[in-house]
């Protein structure tokens, strides 16, 4: 055990873990950050999706210890008020069918829409294609990655 | 107009006080439509007043309705308070949806399954937003001492044209509170629906797209503790023996036991399947460090022989499962199932004289169609959280059939049905697998064991591994024609490990003369349940497969071919046990052909058609395919539906794409195997789910426009489209693809 001092959401926050522990479980048992969603547990299926410093990360596999001075944005902390403008995409698009693997959508798609905000299809395939939804809603998710793109190029 | 009668039992006058004061302000979060916007915020009332069990107003004309059914991702949440709220004649923007605790003397069927929540809610529903509209006229028309008859209603506000006037449902929900429940009220005609058929954004979406905790593995509460599960690592293996002195010793660890979900002397209802009855339970303050301890356990497991398992079906018919002991491997599967294919089956139907058919056939095709095993998948795995004490048993998390596992966790606790408090939290997917609540008695029983709250987790592998899965198929078709191409004998003979796909009364059945339809099946230790659309889900595409050869033999149009096999079932149908209205299904071929421009196809495009049955609706399909780098990749999918009424046509349209796009993926992609009785593939680095890059590039949905009471949908978009996809990839690849995963046969999708 150890202690870790993680920025979460711009929040210093303590943590006294093994050092080993992912940080997806840090945020959800430790943090009460339930929106990280389990889905695998090796970084297969994007559920776990956080942005550290910016970059879409898989939580599940990723220990507490390799963070070190790193950033970590969860779903919770993508905007203040459920405003960002893929988060009004999603709204816009009515994507969610469970909606359990939508949180680690929309991380993967903000990440790619921060990086490139213009992607063409194929760019947002590749992007998008670490995120398994089960309920198949991928074509909305498509079409609300590209709405997102519209609304933070205006 | 219809009238219909009520069976809202006299319930007390409730009123309840609000719920955190008079100035709570909820976010517009809960509530359909736009985006969020601050000043969209509802004002909570100071009180409400409760006219029924799934519906409260508040004295600012808020409305609160209880959605009953387990949310699994079909949206039901949304539309069933849609068609209350329709009935009740209130501005949508005015209502909360919260949903309803388990209470069967209040609700029908708090189920998820069948895709039955909106067929068989639909008039309950109906009446319970009808029985508070007429009594809020009745105190209306009390307090202004005119006729009811006079009072109309729209958007939440009671007229009385004739005097000029009007109050909200706000200003006399107290009145109405008062007056007795009508023991008959009237529906409005479908002609004057303003919220059914009209697009409503999922109530829940704001919580999710910002990460609120809705789902079980979300709940916790304070001093709980998690719990994990071992069990064996392959059918037919039972626990042996556990050492657990290094895993107890390690940090976070509260306890190691076992426990017997169900004891050989209990009697299992239909939901009550596992193939491992015995556990080991770690149980620990984290997720990490209990699943690091349940690593370090040192178990011993061994073989099992033969052994009965005394059920009650869904039916309710009482049955003793043979189960036999065994490893078994898939190689053996498929070497049985091609064996039993080859003798007769039970014969389930006949029409005419089927072998006289074949005997004097020009042409005989024959043709065989396999699917292995699945697993259901959800994306949230099984969990549940349980706090049992000497009074009570309160129980949290996802479950599709909470008033059949209230039974069980009473039954094998031994308290009375009243002391189980079982909570439904929204469901991270269901697909069948939530139908079988195992883990909600194990749930139980560790809180119990440990005298503590806590949250049963399965990993992704336990929840891969632990069973309950799709059936392995095989499916023999036979087709009869005759010198001038006319389909003149129809065959099948179907069957699975354990159970059979066939569906004796569907279509061809009833429009071809001869018709013999057969099955068989073969016993496993290998746990099987619902799977969307059960058996459908393997059926529709070889059947539909195999229909796409005989019409190209026939020489003939696929669409035209069915659509005459149709028009003979419809007006001097074959039998009389046809389970399906040959006129709908002709209707969504019909739609199709027109959505997709059939006639005008074009040359790069590589389509298939299919149509199907199911769960009380039907579907077809036009699957288009282009070649990419010599690759197939599934353009565009055309789905013409006719569910009846659509309620709510945004997230109709969702759940027509997500069970196309869930058709498909699992035909090319998806498996379970078995090497020693053990799954060979236990995390999605080997089975394959379809992913962004692999679905459609478009997907088109079309309503047959109808007055039909609704039917469902989460299921009937799944099964049809695995058959235009497969006739779809022929016309691409010039090859018939008859096992699936279509991928086993090397085809490299784009």
């Known amino acids: 055990m150890a202690t870790y001092t993680l920025t979460v959401n711009g929040k210093k926050q303590e943590v006294n873990v093994d050092a080993q522990t992912p940080v997806l479980w840090v945020l959800r048992d430790h943090l009460n950050l339930v929106g990280t969603k389990f889905g695998c547990g090796m970084a297969q299926c994007g559920a776990c999706t956080i942005h550290l410093d910016g970059t879409a990360t898989r939580s599940c596999s990723l220990p507490v210890s390799a963070v070190g001075e790193m950033e970590i944005t969860t779903i919770e902390g993508l905007s203040d008020h459920g405003d960002h403008p893929v988060q009004k995409a999603w709204l816009e698009h009515d994507v969610p069918q469970c909606g359990y693997c939508q949180a680690g959508q929309i991380m993967s798609a903000a990440a790619l829409l921060k990086e490139n905000p213009n992607p063409t299809d194929e760019q947002i395939e590749a992007a998008m294609n670490g995120n398994i939804c089960r309920c198949g809603t991928y074509v909305r998710i498509k079409a609300a990655v590209k709405t997102a793109a519209q609304l933070i190029n205006e | ?750």
Not at chain 2, 422 to 433: A, D, L, P, V, Y
Not at chain 2, 452 to 470: C, N, Q, S
Not at chain 2, 626 to 643: L, S
């Open chain 2, 1 to 750: 107009m219809a009238t219909i009668k009520t069976s809202i039992g006299r319930r007390e006058f409730l009123k309840s006080s609000a719920l955190a004061g008079g100035g709570l302000m909820l976010s517009f979060s809960w509530l359909a439509g736009c985006l969020p916007k601050e000043k969209d915020a509802l004002t909570m009332p100071k009180e409400w007043f409760e006219l029924n069990g799934y519906l409260k107003i508040g004295d600012n004309g808020v409305v609160t309705i209880m959605s009953p059914n387990p949310e699994i991702g079909q949206n039901v949440k949304t539309s069933m308070p849609m068609i209350v709220a329709e009935e009740l004649d209130v501005d949508w923007k005015n209502v909360i949806v919260e949903q309803a605790p388990l209470n069967t003397t209040v609700f029908t069927r708090q189920l998820a399954g069948g895709s039955q929540s909106i067929r068989q809610g639909w008039k309950s529903l109906r009446m319970a937003g009808a029985t508070a509209r007429t009594m809020l006229r009745e105190a209306a028309a009390k307090t202004w001492h005119v006729p009811v008859g006079e009072i109309t209603t729209e958007a939440s506000v009671l007229h009385h044209k004739p005097s000029g006037k009007s109050a909200t449902y706000g200003e006399m929900v107290s009145a109405a509170a008062k007056i007795e429940v009508p023991k008959e009220v009237e529906l409005k005609n479908n002609s004057d629906f303003k919220i059914i058929g009209t697009s409503r954004n999922n109530v829940d979406g704001k919580k999710i797209v910002t990460g609120q905790p809705l789902f079980g593995l979300d709940y916790r509460k304070e001093g709980m503790l998690i719990a994990m599960i071992a069990h064996p690592p392959a059918f037919g293996m039972k626990l042996k023996s556990v050492d657990d002195s290094q895993a107890r010793s390690m940090p976070g660890i509260k306890d190691i036991f076992t426990i017997q979900t169900f004891p050989d002397d209990y009697a299992q209802q239909w939901c009550d399947v596992t193939s491992f009855p015995s556990l080991v339970v770690v149980v620990g303050n984290t997720t990490w460090e209990v699943m690091n301890a349940r690593k370090a356990l040192k178990l011993e497991w061994e073989n099992f022989g033969d052994y009965n398992i005394a059920s009650t079906t869904f039916w309710g018919t009482k049955e003793s499962i043979k189960v036999p002991g065994g490893l078994e491997n898939s190689t053996q599967h498929s070497q049985v199932m091609a064996q039993l294919s080859a003798k007769p089956g039970t014969v389930v139907r006949q029409d005419g004289n089927p072998q006289a058919a074949f005997k004097k056939a020009a042409k005989v095709i024959e043709r065989t169609y396999t699917a292995p095993f699945l697993a259901h998948n959800t994306m949230e795995p099984m969990n549940f959280f349980a706090h049992v004490t000497d009074e009570k048993a309160e129980l949290v998390g996802p479950i599709q059939t909470p008033e059949y596992m209230e039974k069980s966790v009473a039954a094998r606790l031994g308290l009375p049905l009243e002391k189980i408090d079982i909570q439904m939290k929204r469901q991270g997917g269901g697909f069948g697998r939530r139908l079988y609540g195992h883990f909600l008695v194990e749930a139980a029983l560790i809180s119990q064991k440990v005298k503590a709250p806590i949250k049963l987790v399965y990993t992704r592998e336990d929840d891969m591994t632990f069973g309950i899965y799709r059936p392995a198929y095989h499916a023999l078709y036979r087709a009869a024609l005759d010198a001038d191409n006319n389909l003149i004998g129809f065959h099948v003979k179907a069957g699975g490990i354990p159970e059979s796909p066939l569906f004796a009364n569907r279509f061809p059945a009833g429009a071809v003369e001869n018709y013999l339809a057969e099955e068989w099946s073969a016993p496993s230790n290998i746990s099987i349940g619902a799977f969307r659309a059960p058996s459908s889900n393997f059926i529709a595409g070889a059947e539909q497969a195999f229909l796409d050869e005989v019409a190209e033999a026939s020489g003939k149009d696929p669409i035209q071919f069915r659509l005459d096999l149709l028009d003979r079932a419809a007006n001097n149908p074959v039998g009389e046990k046809n389970q399906y209205e040959a006129k709908r299904l002709a209707g969504v071929l019909e739609l199709v052909r027109e959505k997709s421009n059939w006639a005008q196809g074009q040359p790069d495009m590589h389509r298939g058609v299919s149509a199907y049955f199911c769960h009380d609706s039907y579907v077809a399909n036009v699957v288009d395919i282009v070649m990419e780098e010599n690759k197939p990749r599934v353009e565009k999918v055309y789905c013409a539906v006719d569910c009846g009424i659509v309620v709510n046509p945004i997230a109709a349209t969702n759940l027509v794409e997500g069970g196309t796009v869930d058709g498909i993926g699992h035909a090319l992609y998806s498996g379970l195997t078995f090497t020693n009785g053990a799954p060979d593939q236990t995390n999605f680095n080997k089975y394959r789910l379809i992913r962004q890059r692999e679905a459609p590039r478009a997907i088109d949905v079309s309503f047959v426009p109808s007055t039909v009471d609704p039917t469902g949908l989460g299921e009937p978009p799944f099964p049809p489209v695995i058959g235009a996809l497969s006739n779809a990839l022929y016309k691409a690849t010039g090859k018939r693809y008859y096992q699936q995963p279509f991928l086993r046969e090397e085809i490299n999708m784009l």
